[in-house]
């Protein structure tokens, strides 16, 4: 089966080294210019959470920032750096959008000047930005107002009890009734990543992908080691001055063996008849992050090609990818593109696989967003029946498994990196469309 892909040319953001050769040489002063974050980040609020407002049926999002224990919302809306308490709040009225601040007084200049928010109302001392804010809200009139308190997604449980008290109290008896969980609303808001993000993380992608084939090149069958695979690519996250995209204990992952799951790599010897896998991921500019895996065979003495089975079993893995690309497009659920991939894996006998065929994938590895998975259990993971958008971006795997003669089970589960489109999905990078064969 051939597939054809359509590619956007896009120029990569200025602010990403422009000449090729700098990523290809092994250096500790790689410029990757002025973080776009800032930037990044009033676009986001101007442009994106009106409308995730709106989706949700939301008047007003108040969220309270203070030092040390910090929400977890604070640094995509400007209060990273709170120290006293301060309420940020945003809101629609007359059909327009509104974003206030009530700030420390002797932190508001420095906020304004950020030039994020509408408003920075200074806060005098032994005053309260609470019962301030409280009361800015009681003459809006607002209908429903989210607040980060839920049991569902923790990004959006940053309000403290003391602090939920506080707000109530201040509060007056009708806007104390409109109160309601954020989950919705941070969930819409962070699945959607703007264009210039996408760039980013299309370059950490294609620095991730390459890493991984230069990694495969080092390898001497009989002596190279999982875990000194492992430490080509820390040394060129090193060189290069990107972030781990997952805890380092288990960033890359390199497998050489049975099925380990989420795991660290090891010392095993990488022998001839190997199978390998690594699953890595990079942080651009603390904030974006890649996951790709590339699947490598090592060849036999008398070998120039991987065996029959191993190749079956790549192109079945492969192609189940393929479907699940095919199947991601604004509207359909995740459970829907878990199950064209799994169509595959039961057409090619795959043994089972316990794992989702994706994930969002973003700010962190597994992103706000659907859930590409549950297939094998229809409406029982609630995240699998949320329905792909355009701006959602997805690492996702096909799948093959099979037992090896020596106990256990091998998995290819080749994972690619997908933004859906208004019309289906765009590749990120190139997908891996043939095994890697070491020692040719």
Not at 290 to 315: K, M
């Amino acid at each position: 089966m051939r597939f054809t892909y359509l590619f956007l040319i896009i120029p990569i953001l200025a602010c990403l080294p422009q000449n090729q050769e700098s990523f290809n040489k092994e250096t500790t002063t790689i410029d990757w210019g002025e973080n776009p974050w800032p930037e990044i980040r009033k676009e986001r609020i101007k442009q994106l959470l009106p409308a995730a407002m709106e989706t949700t049926g939301l008047d007003a999002w108040l969220v309270i920032c203070r030092e040390n224990d910090n929400d977890p919302m604070a640094d995509h809306i400007g209060g990273e750096n709170a120290g006293g308490t301060a309420v940020f709040l945003f809101y629609s009225a007359s059909e327009d959008f509104h974003s206030i601040v009530f700030s420390p007084v002797g932190e508001a200049t420095a906020l304004d000047e950020l030039d994020i928010h509408e408003r920075v109302i200074p806060v005098e001392r032994g005053a309260s930005a609470i019962e301030d804010a409280a009361k800015f809200i009681g003459n809006l009139s607002l209908g429903r107002i989210a607040i980060n308190t839920s049991s569902q997604n923790k990004l959006a449980d940053g309000l403290s009890h003391s602090q939920y008290q506080a707000l109530t109290a201040a509060l007056d008896p009708e806007s104390r009734a409109a109160l309601v969980s954020s989950e919705d609303l941070i969930y819409e808001w962070l699945s959607i990543k703007l264009p210039q993000e996408i760039e980013i993380m299309r370059k950490a992608a294609e620095l991730t992908a390459a890493w991984q084939i230069e990694a495969y090149a080092t390898i001497v069958p009989g002596e190279t080691t999982d875990a000194e695979v492992a430490a080509f690519l820390d040394a060129k996250m090193e060189a290069y001055g990107v972030g781990e995209a997952w805890s380092p204990s288990q960033n890359p992952n390199v497998n050489s063996g049975p099925d380990r799951g989420h795991s660290h790599a090891t010392d095993k010897v990488i022998m001839p008849g190997d199978v390998i896998q690594t699953d890595f991921g990079i942080k651009l500019y603390d904030r974006w992050v890649s996951d790709i895996q590339r699947f490598a065979y090592v060849l036999g003495p008398d070998q120039n090609q991987a065996p029959d089975h191993i190749q079956r079993y790549w192109e079945s893995a492969r192609d189940g990818g393929f479907a699940a690309f095919q199947a991601m497009k604004p509207g359909v659920r995740g459970e829907d593109v878990d199950a064209a991939q799994r169509a595959l894996m039961k057409q090619n006998e795959s043994e089972y696989v316990m794992w989702s065929t994706g994930h969002p994938v973003g700010y962190v590895a597994h992103d706000a967003g659907p859930n590409l998975g549950g297939s094998h259990i229809p409406g029982q993971r609630p995240a699998a029946q949320l329905r792909l958008k355009a701006g959602m971006v997805f690492a996702f795997d096909g799948f093959h498994a099979w037992t090896l003669e020596q106990g256990g089970t091998k998995t290819i589960s080749v994972e690619e990196m997908a933004v859906i489109t208004q019309n289906g999905a765009e590749y990120l990078i190139p997908p891996q469309e043939e095994l890697i064969l070491i020692g040719r």
